[in-house]
């Protein structure tokens, strides 16, 4: 099993930065990928930015040249920087962990409103 915990949601306003953290535990040697997904209401929920256990990344294209995904292997961390918000954006943002199956974290809200 693996376990995910994330931090670093919150409110800001248009135009302002935010940095998600996601600290994984447990079977970790086996996690291929790790990800941030997002949600918001009444929608489904997609794929915002994803990094390779190599350093590979994919983004969703509206989030292209405002959002970065990183990661610290030897601290089993996975973290979002996320800049130039917009109110678009605004949602609960998942961590996820790819082994043979998917593992996801409790969510975190993220506000985007002045």
């Known amino acids: 099993q693996v376990q995910l915990v994330e931090s670093g949601g919150g409110l800001v306003q248009p135009g302002g930065s935010l940095r998600l953290s996601c600290a994984a535990s447990?079977?970790?040697?086996?996690?291929?990928?790790m990800g941030w997904y997002r949600q918001a209401p009444g929608k489904e929920r997609e794929l915002v930015a994803r990094?390779?256990?190599?350093?590979?990344?994919d983004y969703a294209d509206s989030v292209k040249g405002r959002f970065t995904i990183s990661r610290e292997n030897a601290k089993n961390r996975v973290y979002l920087q996320m800049n130039s918000l917009k109110p678009e954006d605004t949602a609960v943002y998942y961590c996820?962990?790819?082994?043979?199956?998917?593992?996801w974290g409790q969510g975190t809200q993220v506000t985007v409103s002045s």
């Open positions: 990094i390779s256990r190599g350093g590979n990344t």
């Open positions: 447990g079977s970790i040697f086996s996690i291929n990928a």
């Open positions: 996820n962990a790819r082994t043979s199956y998917d593992w």
